[in-house]
């Protein structure tokens, strides 16, 4: 414990006199004050990342005692072409609708940037989705994508296209639910974005302007490179927030057709819950784990070439 | 934040040399730009209002007058009998009293653990403080998804399956609520409580009667972040309920649209899906600007 003093320096420990009396009542009052709260984080967060370790080396149905199998429950992962179908899925989602929910929030959030009659009403507008609740907003979507019913063939069927059979046809599916998520989450990115802009000096805007810089070069040479550090904090909680993605699969799809919007997390709960085989969801957990570490670590490997100030904040 | 934007300009060459434009001209460019934006936003803010007004009309047609196409847009008579007669199929009252039994313990357990546990970060030094303050840094990595399954073991062990409890209990802590309150506190001056520390005042009296009341801004960003996400959690409550008087509105939701695969009664599941989208909606509005504030701040330490 004795090591750990460096660490407050600071304090005003040293400032007065009376210290050990002082040190002991800190030292008694801050484990109080974290007690409950450290407690709590031990038992709910710790307890299952020890239990994962030990499941992922076992075989269990939920009933009986738990098989140890060594690395048997990867060695059937990487026979099941179902992992790899649904990982592949996950990625698929990931890596298209976060991009372009991205893309899109952008140039929304440059939108509602402007001073103008109104702007206050549409941010609350396209920021209401992310508030809804997803089982909600997928089954209201759910029916808007809906073929003979839905509004969407509908509106496509006023300009002569024959709309597909949306949540039922494989090639379309996954772009539906794509549609549905950025339709839901690009308020959020929006948002955050709209508050990089305005944390942007306007005596910055207006100099450039001063040294003649048009709209798009103020946007190219002072915005984009101002907001790298935005782009960076959105695209590394998108990536984490879409590989966990649940919700509307389950509702819209129910992971159909032929498992085409199955995700890994949908794959997941359905190896532990519906046919109880523990151990091989925990270790599927595990490896959906490593593949969001493994892609949040190489956002942060190539930020500095990148984002803004990034060596200097880390 | 201010820091890095004014770094950055400094260091970037002038963009040209070119004259300005004239007032006038940019005046006017600057008026046709806001008509653009603001047709353009039309149209986009349609496309993310037709969603909720559709769930609105629908929940008022009856069945027949949902399967029809063309869609008919409004219904021939608004049928609030719809409400009633879900009220009939589901116990609506009862899946709004979970929701809400689940969602304000949680704040209310949030609320009091994050800002002891800020306070003993923020405002206490002590050996061990940093240490555990890591491992706090450290579990807030872990995604939900991935110990879902433990969890679950750990609440069958605790006899929670099927219960209130195995909603509320975990919910209680969050890393990110003590980390919240922690950033927050720390930037409260020290002089404030040294004044109060002469007179004698522990920290229990610091805590509650100088650090709380200058937090009242946090505590409600942190409150309705909380309430919002157990009014709307799915997968967790889908893993540990599965008794119908225990279900919230969203697990009751999925139930009553899946619950009839064939002959879904659409317009019955959109007046449900009001009942549980109107209370989050109004929360939000009420709350929008400590919301909102959540948002920024969270997304800005995150970025700088």
């Not at chain 1, 992992?83 to 989602?93: D, I």
């Not at chain 1, 819950?273 to 190539?302: D, E, H, N």
């Amino acid at each position: 414990m004795a090591a750990s003093a460096p660490a407050f320096p600071q304090g005003p420990v040293a400032s007065r006199g009376g210290m050990t009396g002082r040190r002991r009542r800190n030292l008694i009052a801050g484990y109080a004050f974290l007690i409950p709260n450290l407690l709590g984080v031990l038992a709910f967060s710790l307890f299952p990342i020890a239990t994962t370790i030990y499941l992922t080396f076992h075989e269990w149905n939920l009933s009986d005692t738990p098989v140890f199998n060594g690395l048997q429950n990867f060695v059937l992962m990487a026979g099941d072409s179902l992992f790899w179908k649904t990982l592949g899925n996950t990625f698929y989602y990931t890596f298209v609708a976060v991009p372009v929910a991205v893309f899109l929030a952008f140039w929304l959030a440059l939108l509602l940037d402007r001073k103008m009659r109104g702007v206050l009403s549409f941010r609350v507008i396209y920021f209401l989705p992310h508030v809804t609740l997803t089982v909600a907003a997928s089954i209201i979507w759910a029916w808007i994508f809906q073929a003979e019913f839905g509004l969407i063939n509908w509106a496509l069927s006023k300009i002569n296209v024959d709309g597909p059979y949306w949540l039922t046809d494989s090639r379309w599916a996954m772009i539906s639910i794509i549609i549905m998520s950025n339709w839901k989450g690009i308020g959020y990115a929006m948002l955050i974005f709209l508050a990089g802009l305005q944390g942007i000096p306007a005596e910055l805007l207006d100099a450039a302007t001063v040294d003649g810089a048009n709209g798009w070069r103020r946007l190219r040479h002072v915005k984009v490179p101002l907001l790298t550090p935005t782009i960076f904090f959105i695209l590394t909680t998108s990536f984490i927030g879409a590989f966990q993605a649940f919700d509307q699969f389950m509702i819209m799809t129910n992971g159909g057709p032929a498992f085409a919007t199955t995700p890994l997390v949908l794959y997941i709960y359905r190896n532990g819950f519906a046919y109880f085989k523990m151990g091989y969801a925990t270790s599927m957990a595990a490896i959906l784990f490593l593949c969001i570490l493994a892609i949040t670590l190489f956002q942060w490997s190539v930020a500095r070439r990148w984002v803004y100030g990034f060596d200097m904040d880390n | 934040m201010n820091t890095i934007s004014t770094e950055a300009v400094q260091g970037r060459p002038a963009a040209g040399l070119g004259a300005g434009t004239s007032p006038m001209g940019t005046e006017r460019s600057r008026l046709l730009g806001n008509l653009g934006a603001w047709g353009l936003l039309s149209l986009g803010g349609i496309i993310m209002l037709v969603p909720f007004l559709w769930m609105v009309l629908m929940s008022f047609k009856s069945l027949d007058e949902v399967y029809t196409f063309p869609p008919q847009i409004l219904p021939n008579q608004f049928l609030f009998s719809n409400y009633a007669e879900v009220w009939d199929q589901v116990p609506v009252a009862r899946f709004f009293s979970n929701s809400a039994t689940v969602a304000i313990s949680a704040t209310l357990g949030v609320l009091l653990t994050s800002s002891l546990g800020g306070y003993s970060f923020a405002r206490i030094d002590y050996p061990g403080r940093n240490t555990i303050f890591l491992l706090y840094l450290s579990t807030m990595m872990i995604p939900f998804a991935v110990i879902m399954i433990p969890l679950f073991v750990q609440m069958r062990m605790l006899g929670w399956i099927n219960s209130l409890y195995a909603l509320i209990v975990p919910g209680l802590f969050s890393a990110w609520g003590t980390f919240l309150m922690r950033q927050f506190m720390m930037g409260i001056p020290k002089e404030l409580e040294e004044a109060a520390e002469i007179d004698g005042c522990g920290h229990f009296r610091i805590y509650s009667t100088i650090i709380m009341p200058l937090c009242k801004p946090v505590l409600a960003t942190l409150a309705i972040f909380t309430f919002m996400g157990f009014w709307n959690d799915f997968l967790w409550p889908l893993i540990v309920i599965s008794s119908r008087d225990l279900k919230t509105l969203p697990l009751g939701l999925a139930g009553f649209q899946q619950k009839v695969a064939l002959n879904t009664p659409w317009h019955l599941v959109m007046a449900l899906a009001v009942v549980s989208v109107l209370p989050i909606l109004l929360i939000f509005i009420i709350g929008q600007k400590y919301y909102v504030r959540g948002i920024v701040t969270s997304g800005l330490k995150g970025a700088a």
